[in-house]
């Protein structure tokens, strides 16, 4: 996943962007100011997942696992460094 995609990725979490937004098109610098926006959502978590509260570490497991998915169904293979 780019840091892009976990950006998005991680807006849809807090809920800073509707889930189907892609953020197709959009300016380096709008990618910025959502990204400056993620890391102060992340803030008060110490941007651990652990520390998320259970609505919001239900949402990034749900999201997480669904990106998976798609980039698995995509053809995508995780390196052998983050095999079990």
């Known amino acids: 996943m780019t840091d892009i995609a976990r950006i998005i990725r991680d807006a849809w979490i807090f809920g800073l962007l509707d889930e189907g ?6 300016s380096l610098r ?30 990034h497991d749900r999201i997480s696992a669904e990106a998976l998915q798609r980039a698995q169904a995509a053809g995508w293979t995780p390196p052998m460094e983050t095999d079990d």
Do not use: N
């Open 21 to 26: 937004e892609t953020c197709a098109g959009w």
């Open 30 to 59: 709008r990618i910025q100011a959502l990204y400056d926006k993620v890391f102060q959502a992340w803030e008060p978590y110490g941007h651990l997942v652990s520390s998320l509260p259970a609505e919001l570490r239900q949402r």
